[in-house]
């Protein structure tokens, strides 16, 4: 049997493949079949030669070639495997599934959402203004609400100048 040349079969590719019978006498028929399943519509037999043009995965299977003559018979096995037509190109990138590419990004967005969420509840329950951390370091105010309260010129309205903590 002579096999193709090229290394790897891909999808869309042909394929070729001739069944050469030697024997004492000379073989008298030879066929090709497929041994695991049918012969694919598009496959085209010519004598000792199967043709198989449009390489798909359907087409993946055992092909055997069988040669006859008065005395016995013999067979010669070929295992086809049809590759995806980007596999095995030289300088190719391989192609990321894009299940992985979304799984990814949804957790990434997930995190910074659930980073956004607990800073926000950080700092809404530690906000004030510059006087109110500074009197919480100073020895002279009472608390941080006189700091607030004193901050502008002591005014009496202590209800506008109160700060609320959630």
Sequence with gaps: MTYPLQG???EGDALELTCEAIGKPQPVMVTWVRVDDEMPQHAVLSGPNLFINNLNKTDNGTY???ASNIVGKAHSDYMLYVYDSRAGEEGSIRAVDHAVIGGVVAVVVFAMLCLLIILGRYFARHKGT?????AKGADDAADADTAIINAEGGQNNSEEKKEYFI
């Design 130 to 134: 510059y006087f109110t951390h500074e």
């Design 64 to 66: 055997r070639c069988e």
């Design 8 to 10: 790897l079969t891909r």
